[in-house]
């Protein structure tokens, strides 16, 4: 016996809100670094004024956690958790919320 369309459309809005859920949730390493960044030109950031490359394959998250290129951050900065790679790189970065920015982390060397 197949569903019916009514059982369809009451999974629906319960499926969508798992999604936006999911995709607003986000772990940041409890070893990331936290340093203002802003971006210098192409492929390059500012972190606490220190220019920065960023990785191959490296992502920038923004507030809502949706990934974004290194021109789409704030034009004068922002607070930001990040991790680097083996080459001393930044490969991953999360432009963080007031929340995230209250939990204490440590400062960039």
Same mark, same amino acid.
Do not use: C
């Given at each position: 016996?197949?569903?019916?369309?009514?059982?369809?459309?009451?999974?629906?809005?319960?499926?969508?809100?798992?999604?936006?859920?999911?995709?607003?949730?986000?772990?940041?390493?409890?070893?990331?670094?936290?340093?203002?960044?802003?971006?210098?030109?192409?492929?390059?950031?500012? $972190?606490?004024?220190?220019?920065?490359?960023?990785? +191959?394959? *490296?992502?920038?998250?923004?507030? @809502? !956690?949706?990934? =974004? $290129?290194?021109?789409?951050?704030?034009?004068?900065? +922002?607070? *930001?958790?990040?991790?680097?790679? @083996? !080459?001393?790189? =930044?490969?991953?970065?999360?432009?963080?919320?007031?929340?995230?920015?209250?939990?204490?982390?440590?400062?960039?060397?």
């Amino acid at each position: 016996m197949a569903p019916s369309r009514a059982a369809y459309l009451v999974l629906l809005p319960a499926l969508l809100f798992g999604a936006v859920a999911l995709a607003q949730s986000r772990h940041i390493p409890e070893d990331a670094k936290r340093g203002y960044v802003r971006h210098l030109e192409g492929m390059t950031l500012s $972190v606490d004024g220190r220019a920065m490359r960023l990785a +191959a394959g *490296a992502t920038i998250r923004n507030r @809502r !956690n949706l990934i =974004i $290129v290194p021109m789409s951050l704030p034009s004068d900065g +922002a607070w *930001a958790d990040y991790v680097l790679d @083996r !080459n001393g790189q =930044i490969f991953t970065v999360w432009i963080l919320t007031a929340e995230e920015l209250e939990r204490t982390r440590s400062p960039s060397p």
